[in-house]
């Protein structure tokens, strides 16, 4: 090799040179490779600790541990996503298919389920018959053993006509003649023929083919039939096309009647709510009167007035309403009898009754009434009167009012008028016998001053002033004509009753309004004293603590009475259990001339503590 000093060229690499040639014993040989594994197994330990340790190596980095696909690190490899189903292809189940089945059905042979090859054999067997059963039938190759066309006398025959309906007919004169051969659905047999679902649901009278519903698969199966047997079997039904088409014109005219009727009554309705509606804001802006004491007038009437406006009640015409709007009615004045709980009911049924005698044709009379009082009328408030139009007939005709105070119903009428039959025949009770004339009797005014003079109880006194005020207000004069013991001992009462200041004779209709005001007098109370009566000697208590009217009903005979004029009132009670008790009155003029029969149920309570202690004391 050249010296640095005698060459400027680099060092070059000595010469390969032959290794020397140790040579050396198995057991050395052995040494070494066993060292050389136990090296490699120290290397491995080294390597294994490092890359587990948080130590950076040799390059100054942290080693990077694997994370196993197990792990719930965020960092953990993450499988590869799954392949999402398009949801437009709607719900689908999973059918593990080594297991699936041809049922011939369509269906899927349940899980750890073994197939029966029995059941499979009778299926292929049943399958094998519908086959054969659906087979069109064979052509014969003589002529005349094949069936025809009765229209073309083709061969060509639609077997599912010929085997559903029975007809022979082939598929081009079919479709050449719909009038005749073309399929109806049982909904136009129903509608165009006016067949029954009996008679639609026979197989032997009209045959049908069984189709699926094409609008739904859920749907029941359709039904067709052929025309000309649909229209053969009709003709036979209604007897000619021209009896069909009449009922089903006449069907159709009455189901347009109902409809337009079923229409006029929901508008009628709707009106109704808006008049009511109306009304009703009306009643919010109107001024409520606010009465005060009964006053006495020149005339001797007593009046009450609002302390706020200046209204007056003047009893004397207690029958007059005024007219809001078509059937509604609204009292002018109330009669408030004195200790009464609330207005005199006689006034509220003829006011009622005033108010339906303007919805009705005066050519109908009324003949009977039945109502309820359902609460105490406030004599503060006017009455609202509500018509209506029940029913209207040839001979009859029914109205019902309801009576409205404060938004509550208080009273409820049901009125029946009649068109006259004066050639009908006629019987009647006799009027009662040796009845004194009325100008024999005395007035109830003359008794109770007679009693307020002969009487020194104090209570007695305030009761006979009460009741002086109360007759001296009421536009209705009545004398006492004597009380009278029936057979059965019950005694029976009897009145005369007229209405006073009649300048003239009104109409029947607008009498019978004042004989119902009339017929509310001392009615009820017939049951109170005829306990007082019965009860006298001390069989039993007779103190009255509440008495008022319940229902009330009265059936009109005559129209010829005149209310200015005398009536001749008996009133008998028939009976009172259980806190109610009932009376029954008959009306004659002083000819005998039945006019009228009234009948009424009211509460009637006794003050019972006394007997209830004496029960007592004998447990």
């Not at 929901?266 to 008049?275: A, G, N, Q």
Request: aromatic content about 8%; proline content about 6%.
């Amino acid at each position: 090799m050249d010296t640095p000093g005698a060459s400027s060229s680099r060092y070059t690499t000595p010469p390969p040179r032959e290794a020397p040639n140790f040579d050396m014993t198995p057991e050395q040989v052995k040494r070494i490779e066993l060292n050389r594994l136990k090296a490699k197994a120290r290397q491995r330990e080294r390597e294994a600790q490092s890359t587990s340790s948080s130590a950076t190596n040799v390059n100054g980095k942290r080693p990077l541990g694997v994370v196993p696909a197990t792990s719930t690190s965020p960092t953990a490899p993450k499988p590869p996503p799954k392949l999402k189903r398009d949801s437009r292809l709607g719900k689908y189940f999973e059918y593990d298919l080594s297991k699936m089945v041809n049922s011939k059905g369509g269906f899927l042979v349940e899980d750890g389920k073994e197939v029966d090859e029995d059941v499979r054999a009778k299926e292929k067997e049943r399958e094998r018959q519908r086959a054969m059963q659906n087979l069109e039938p064979p052509i014969y190759l003589d002529p005349k053993l094949n069936p025809r066309c009765k229209e073309c006398n083709s061969m060509d025959i639609d077997q599912t006509y010929k085997k559903v309906f029975g007809c022979l007919v082939c598929n081009k004169c079919k479709n050449e003649k719909p009038e005749k051969y073309s399929l109806l659905t049982k909904t136009e047999c129903k509608e165009d023929y006016l067949l029954t679902d009996a008679e639609l649901r026979d197989q032997e009278l009209m045959p049908h083919l069984l189709k699926a519903n094409p609008h739904k698969s859920t749907f029941a199966n359709m039904m067709l039939f052929l025309r000309y047997q649909v229209e053969d079997f009709a003709w036979k039904k209604w007897g000619s096309p021209e009896a069909l088409d009449a009922e089903w014109q006449r069907r159709v005219d009455e189901k347009k009647k109902k409809k337009n009727k079923k229409f006029e009554e929901s508008l009628r309705e709707l009106r109704r709510r808006t008049r009511e509606t109306v009304w009703q804001k009306r009643k919010d802006q109107e001024h409520k009167h606010t009465f005060g004491v009964v006053e006495k007038g020149p005339d001797g009437m007593g009046k009450q007035i609002c302390h706020e406006c200046g209204f007056t009640i003047d009893i004397s015409s207690a029958l007059e309403v005024e007219q809001l709007d078509v059937n509604l009615y609204r009292s002018k004045t109330l009669y408030l009898p004195p200790r009464a709980r609330g207005v005199f009911g006689g006034q509220v049924i003829s006011q009622a009754l005033v108010s339906a005698n303007n919805c009705v044709d005066p050519s109908f009379g009324l003949h009977s009434l039945h109502c309820y009082f359902l609460l105490s009328a406030s004599a503060a408030v006017p009455i609202l009167y509500n018509v209506d139009r029940v029913r209207d007939g040839r001979s009859y005709v029914t109205r019902a009012v309801r009576a409205v105070q404060r938004g509550r119903t208080i009273f409820i009428m049901l009125c029946s008028f009649q068109r006259p039959e004066p050639r009908q025949p006629t019987f009647q009770l006799p009027m009662p016998p040796d009845v004194p004339a009325p100008d024999a009797c005395e007035g109830i005014e003359v008794i109770y001053e007679r009693l307020f003079k002969e009487t020194t109880d104090s209570k007695v006194k305030d009761f006979c002033l009460t009741a002086l005020e109360e007759r001296r207000r009421s536009p209705i004069e009545v004398k006492l004509a004597g009380v009278r013991e029936s057979k059965d001992g019950i005694p029976v009462f009897l009145y005369w009753h007229k209405a006073r200041n009649t300048p003239v004779r009104y109409d029947p209709a607008f009498q019978k309004c004042i004989l119902s005001y009339i017929s509310d007098s001392q009615f009820i109370s017939a049951a109170r004293r005829t306990l007082a009566y019965v009860n006298q000697g001390g069989k039993g208590p007779t103190k009255v603590v509440m008495q008022t009217s319940l229902d009330h009903s009265i059936s009109f005979y005559s129209d010829d009475f005149d209310c200015g004029d005398w009536l001749l009132y008996v009133i008998v009670s028939e009976s009172a259990a259980s806190g109610r008790a009932s009376v029954h009155g008959r009306m004659y003029t002083p000819a005998g001339t039945l006019v009228a029969v009234c009948n009424q149920e009211g509460v009637v309570r006794v003050d019972d503590r006394d007997t209830a202690a004496a029960v007592k004391q004998k447990l």
